[in-house]
């Protein structure tokens, strides 16, 4: 029996049930086709063996406190400083995820007075960050530069004195789809303003040696760049690029940063190893892109559908039960693909979102395409 203090949570819970929205936890299981570990790091023996290595030199597994107290710690330092030279920016942060780096920089950063046009599709960590600060926020179509420069030129026009600020991500999440940077910036430099990328999906996959579709405008000092490492990279956190006065103002002024005890130095040891990894190792790219072009050729040519170019290819379905079944057949077959509903995706574009990493290969590859053609074909029908 459940009290009357449970009972509104168990409702709203049968609501999403009712709506095939509801959530549960659940093992990896089969081929991987759903994480973010795209060049195949997080469980490899390199990264275990940095791990191995980090703690037989003494590194504590816990910081301890914030960076600011006694959590600050030089393998932090070291981190942040490679980083800062691998990705040609001036300083680095590093923060314990991406969801902080987002939260403290969009809440941080823009000041009242500011402008913060965002893409509509840009992470919900985004999208928290701009509701806690205190800048006005327009939401603007998917992928429309024009919009971008014509909401600026609005707001001007409206007597805005600030500086504005487009936020968006190189690489969306859950269409694979890229943003055009050159136009963004100019459009930036046009009204005086910045540019925020968020590359985590581009991080150590695109780009020149890994550095992501950002590569050619970071180190710029209206130009911030966020890069999570729980992705490609196998690790944990995030590093945000920027110059060192924006970067000593979030030390200063970024909540996330200033109350959070410090990310563990294990774990900025690992995010170096991998930094090392990708400079050393860029056959590890090499192969992915091979497993990027030959999936998106099977996809376009399985499911007859256009593919994204990029390593995530969504299936978009539509109907939350139909998806949901479809990611469960998916994965009785032994594929882990998985069922992607709203609030992650606009209403009505429930889908499946396939990833491509190096933990599998083409056999594997070509063996799901087949599967999923039939699967969908039968779901719609």
Known sequence: ?????????????????????????????????????????????????????????????GAGGSRLLRGNHAEHEALEEEAAAFFRCER??????????????????????????HDCLVHASA?????????????????????????????????????????????????????????????????????????????????????????AIEGRDNVIVLHTCGKALGAAGALVGASRVLCDFLVNRARPFIYSTAPSPLQAACVRHALAILSREPERRARLHDLIGFANTRFAERLG??????????VIIGDNGRTVRAADRMQSKGYDIRAI????????????????????????IAGMMDELAEVIAEEAA
């Open 305 to 314: 559908r256009p593919a994204s170019g990029t390593q995530i290819l969504p």
């Open 127 to 215: 999208h928290e960050g701009m509701r806690a600060g205190r800048a006005d926020v327009v939401s603007l179509p998917h992928n429309d530069a024009n919009a971008i420069d014509d909401a600026i030129r609005t707001w001007r026009a409206a007597g805005g004195t600030g500086f504005p600020w487009i936020v968006v991500e190189s690489l969306y999440s859950m269409d694979g789809d890229r943003s055009s940077l050159s136009d963004l910036v100019d459009i930036a430099d046009r009204h005086n303003g910045f540019l925020f990328v968020d590359e985590a999906h581009a991080t150590g996959v695109h780009g020149a040696g890994g550095v992501g579709y950002s590569g």
């Open 92 to 117: 680095m942060l590093y923060f314990s995820s991406g969801y902080a780096a987002n939260l403290a920089v969009l809440s941080t950063l823009p000041q009242r007075g500011d402008l913060i046009v």
């Open 341 to 364: 509903r709203h609030p992650t995706v606009p209403v009505g574009t429930a889908r499946l979102r396939i990833t491509i990493t190096l933990n599998v290969d083409r056999p594997v």
């Open 1 to 61: 029996m459940i009290s009357d203090r449970l009972a509104r949570y168990d409702g709203k819970l049968e609501q999403l049930r009712q709506k095939n929205r509801l959530r549960a936890l659940s093992h990896d299981t089969g081929a991987d086709f759903t994480s973010n570990d795209y060049l195949g790091l997080a469980a490899s023996p390199a990264m275990s063996a940095a791990l191995i290595a980090a703690i037989e030199r003494g590194l504590p597994v």
